[in-house]
T-cell receptor, first 110, second 113 residues
Framework: KAGVTQTPRYLIKTRGQQVTLSCSPISGHRSVSWYQQTPGQGLQFLFEYFSETQRNKGNFPGRFSGRQFSNSRSEMNVSTLELGDSALYLC?????????FGPGTRLTVL | QQQVKQSPQSLIVQKGGIPIINCAYENTAFDYFPWYQQFPGKGPALLIAIRPDVSEKKEGRFTISFNKSAKQFSLHIMDSQPGDSATYFCAASERNAGNMLTFGGGTRLMVKP
């Protein structure tokens, strides 16, 4: 099976802009989770979607949002970007307990 | 609040050595404990995982030891190789919390030839 794919791989934005990241899960996986990875805070859970419904949400401000489509593909959106949003954003799709991560989208906010 | 504490932050061993990475957790509701390996520029990849009903699990050169009473678990890498040089993360999740993983801070391992 093909792995988790994320697009774009790299993104540069300026403060105040918004950004949308995309994730295509492994075929057959209905759960998609998003994580933010930074050198200072490590890997932090953003949210999880299962069958188009948000099932869990981490401790991030409302500027971070997501959605999942009927084909299980997911997008996350960050509005009003701040410098501190610069990070690697990872998507993971799940089969039961096991989460398979994509390569991530590297977001740089200038 | 850091619910999973990982140590050490970095580790250097010689080829063939057995690096040991430790994690401690606070939340007694955690019931699934995976370890991930991450290479630069890549996403984390699952290495091995354990549930609290067993005290040890081996997969190839990787072994997890689990101590439920102490709320600690560790990763041992047997016969380590330079190709094992990577960052390792422990994680934990609750059965009733979907697939939300709480990660440790990571350990950067270097295996010298």
């Amino acid at each position: 099976k093909a792995g988790v794919t994320q697009t774009p791989r790299y993104l540069i934005k300026t403060r105040g802009q918004q950004v949308t990241l995309s994730c295509s899960p492994i075929s057959g996986h209905r759960s998609v989770s998003w994580y933010q990875q930074t050198p200072g805070q490590g890997l932090q859970f953003l949210f999880e979607y299962f069958s188009e419904t948000q099932r869990n949400k981490g401790n991030f401000p409302g500027r971070f949002s997501g959605r999942q489509f009927s084909n299980s593909r997911s997008e996350m959106n960050v509005s009003t970007l701040e410098l501190g949003d610069s990070a690697l954003y990872l998507c993971a799709s799940s089969s039961y307990d096991t989460q398979y991560f994509g390569p991530g989208t590297r977001l740089t906010v200038l | 609040q850091q619910q999973v504490k990982q140590s050490p932050q970095s580790l250097i061993v010689q080829k063939g050595g057995i690096p040991i990475i430790n994690c401690a957790y606070e939340n007694t509701a955690f019931d699934y404990f995976p370890w991930y390996q991450q290479f630069p520029g890549k996403g984390p990849a699952l290495l091995i995982a354990i549930r609290p009903d067993v005290s040890e699990k081996k997969e190839g050169r990787f072994t997890i030891s689990f101590n439920k009473s102490a709320k600690q678990f560790s990763l041992h890498i047997m016969d380590s190789q330079p190709g094992d040089s990577a960052t390792y993360f422990c994680a934990a999740s609750e059965r009733n919390a979907g697939n939300m993983l709480t990660f440790g801070g990571g350990t950067r391992l270097m295996v010298k030839p």
